[in-house]
């Protein structure tokens, strides 16, 4: 089982959210299946930390909450994968480059807590969960 963390779900492991404990609860129900990994983007060493900055919680924070996670290389294809994606209307361009990253891994579940990254991830028929 692989899931896909956007940044909107990594965050909520970090700022404690009203999503924060069933997705943590979620998550260790996943890791613990076999094959279980939680896995996201080389996008969200930046993101993470950038929000780091914005919210108030420290970069040691950040540092451990991504050791705790399988971190995506993307390759050049996604990035051009991720720019053909439809559908392409509200779609923003960190967005499109998670979730061609995690087609790209064919994950089995795609967290996200952004409704337009949702609708997209949704409309091209992905398995969307959002833990509440």
């Known amino acids: 089982m692989i899931v896909y963390l956007d940044s909107s779900a990594v965050g909520k492991l970090l700022v404690d959210e009203d999503e924060s404990d069933a997705l943590v609860a979620h998550l260790d129900l996943r890791a613990r299946e076999p094959g279980g990994i939680v896995a996201s983007s080389t996008l969200l060493e930046t993101e993470l930390r950038r929000m780091a900055h914005r919210v108030g919680f420290s970069q040691q924070a950040a540092t451990g909450v991504l050791r705790r996670l399988t971190i995506v290389d993307m390759e050049r294809e996604t990035f051009h994968e991720a720019g053909l994606m439809l559908p392409a209307s509200n779609l923003r361009s960190l967005d499109a480059l998670h979730i061609a990253t995690a087609e790209h891994i ?27």
């Open 106 to 132: 064919t994950a089995d579940e795609f967290i996200s807590y952004d409704s337009r990254q949702i609708d997209s991830a949704v409309a091209r028929g992905m398995n969307v969960v959002v833990p509440r």
